[in-house]
C-alpha cells in the first residue's frame, strides 16, 4: 500500500521556466512533507520541507505547497536549471515518529 | 565536513553468501536508518536504531540484521543474500526526533 504516490516518473521541462512536481497521500496522520533531490550514484539530500499546519514555505527558487483536504503537496521550481536535473522524491512524517515515507520518486531533466 | 559514510559504494556477493554493509556517520546524531530501495521503487526503511534501541519495521524479513557498536558505526548484515535482495542500501541519520534526515551515498548490492 503506497501511502505517498508521485504519479509522474519523469518530467522534461525548458531551462528558465517552471518545474512542478506533484504528490499525493492517503494518511491523514502524516503532519510533516520533505521534498528530497537524488543525483545519480549520490543519496538523496533534503530540500525543502513543510509542516501541516502550513499551506506554503519557500526558499529560493523553491516553493512547497500542501493543501490538506485534497492530501496533495507540489514542488515548484522557477527558474529551472540544468543543475535542477535529479531525481525528486516526496516524504512524509507522522509527528512523533522516526519513520520517513517516501514516495516512488520524479526524475526532472531540465533542458536547454 | 560532517557527513554519513557508506563502505563498500558497490557490493558484489553470490547467492546465500553473508554480506555485511557498513555506515558510520560524523554528525553525532542519536538515529541511524537503513533503507533498501530498489530500481523505480520508493525507498523502504528496514530498521533503524535510537541510541541503543534497535527498532525492525514488521516487514522487513529475517534474512536482514542490524548491529550498532557505537554512535558513529551501523552495520546491515544479509545473512543468506537471495537474488531479491538486489538493490541499493542507504543509510541514514537525524537528530533525535527530527524531521530531516541525512543521507549517505549508499551501496549498491549485486547478487550473482
Known amino acids: 500500500d503506497q501511502q505517498v504516490k508521485q504519479n509522474s516518473p519523469s518530467l522534461s521541462v525548458q531551462e528558465g521556466r517552471i518545474s512542478i512536481l506533484n504528490c499525493d497521500y492517503t494518511?491523514?496522520?502524516?503532519?510533516?512533507f520533505l521534498w528530497y533531490k537524488k543525483y545519480p550514484a549520490e543519496g538523496p539530500t533534503f530540500l525543502i520541507s513543510i509542516s501541516s499546519i502550513k499551506d506554503k514555505n519557500e526558499d529560493g527558487r523553491f516553493t512547497v505547497f500542501l493543501n490538506k483536504s485534497a492530501k496533495h503537496l507540489s514542488l515548484h521550481i522557477v527558474p529551472s536549471q540544468p543543475g535542477d536535473s535529479a531525481v525528486y522524491f516526496c516524504?512524509?512524517?507522522?509527528?512523533?515518529?522516526?519513520?520517513?515515507?517516501f514516495g516512488t520518486g520524479t526524475q526532472l531533466k531540465v533542458e536547454l | 565536513d560532517a557527513m554519513v559514510i557508506q563502505n563498500p559504494r558497490y557490493q558484489v556477493t553470490q547467492f546465500g553468501k553473508p554480506v555485511t554493509l557498513s555506515c558510520s556517520q560524523t554528525l553525532n546524531h542519536n538515529v541511524m536508518y537503513w533503507y533498501q530501495q530498489k530500481s523505480s521503487q520508493a525507498p523502504k526503511l528496514l530498521f533503524h536504531y535510537y541510541d541503543k534501541d534497535f527498532n525492525n519495521e514488521a516487514d522487513t524479513p529475517d534474512n536482514f540484521q542490524s548491529r550498532r557498536p557505537n554512535t558513529s558505526f551501523c552495520f546491515l548484515d544479509i545473512r543468506s543474500p537471495g537474488l531479491g535482495d538486489a538493490a541499493m542500501y542507504l543509510c541514514?541519520?537525524?537528530?533525535?526526533?527530527?524531521?530531516?534526515?541525512?543521507f549517505g551515498p549508499g551501496t549498491r548490492l549485486t547478487v550473482l
Open positions: 494518511n491523514s496522520m502524516f503532519d510533516y
Open positions: 516524504a512524509a512524517f507522522t509527528g512523533g515518529g522516526n519513520k520517513l515515507t
Open positions: 541514514a541519520t537525524s537528530r533525535a526526533m527530527a524531521n530531516e534526515q541525512f
